[in-house]
């Protein structure tokens, strides 16, 4: 565990909600000499503090929609799941990867144009691997909000709405190429996106510019190692009832307002909500969770989680 100093607890926190900031536009936030907040980030990088810088967009505006599958295996071998792990990296549209503890032992995030092309996409993936699957299910993402990290170092809650469901928008494959890099990279210069993508500085400047005005890019984010500070990663599954539209907001507002949830998830599936936390231990969870049940006790049928301890992949590309 790496003790954070007030300083870079500063940095990581603006660099959770805007990874592409300047080292001087940082600076002026941190009342820091632009030159110490470099140093202060290639530091927070070397020492795996933050192990990348990842972006959101608006799926929903390029005809996409995010599906989720939820897996628990069985009599699974270390080489079985060395060959689940590598085929599902392999799959262009699985933007998130990952394991854990709990009622799942690994959920799958993929985006795809219809349901269908995810059906194809499941059913694949179950018929090679079968022998190894013991439950199964699926949901449809229907909206997802991301929050501040304000448990690092506290701040205005200001909530990230993902998708707008306005039109769809066409967008061409400059456009495309610049989006898949700032997947891989959020925080890459200009410069050097150019380079990978054959445009001119100008361009990919004036193009990142507009995908950020239409609100195609949402935001770009610093991937942070939890594990080097003390916290771990905990998704919970909430199957509601009699749900009313106050109450859907009340609910809604009660994990906006905990600085631990960072990501929170409306879905159509087995469950209607899965808010994300970012937390340093089991008993805060459960706490939190408890408040939860005191609060909506009429409203809750159940409540099931998982820690999340490794992700293999967070790359939704277009």
Known sequence: MIKLSQKDRKILA???INARATYSQIGVKTRMHKDTVAYRIKQLEKNSIIYGYTAFFDYSLLGYRVYKIYIKFKGLKHEDHEQIIDYLKKQKNVGWLA???GSWDMIIGVNEYNVQDFYTLKLAFESKFSYNIAEISTST???AYFYPRTYIYPSHRE???LYSNRKNIVIDKKDKDILTELAVNSRNSIINIADKTKLSVRTVGYRI???EKRKVILQCRASINLEK???IFIKAFIKLHDITTETRRKILLFFRQNNNVVHNVESLGEWEL???FEIENISEFHRILNEFRVRFSSNIIRIDSMIINKEH??????
């Not at 992949?313 to 277009?318: D, F, I, L, S």
């Open 141 to 143: 993402q229907i909206q």
């Open 99 to 101: 394991e854990g503890n």
């Open 209 to 211: 510019n507009q995908l």
């Open 313 to 318: 992949k967070y790359r939704y590309v277009p």
């Open 159 to 161: 909530e990230v709405i």
């Open 274 to 276: 899965e808010p994300e």
């Open 229 to 231: 500070i003390n916290h």
């Open 14 to 16: 603006i660099l959770s």
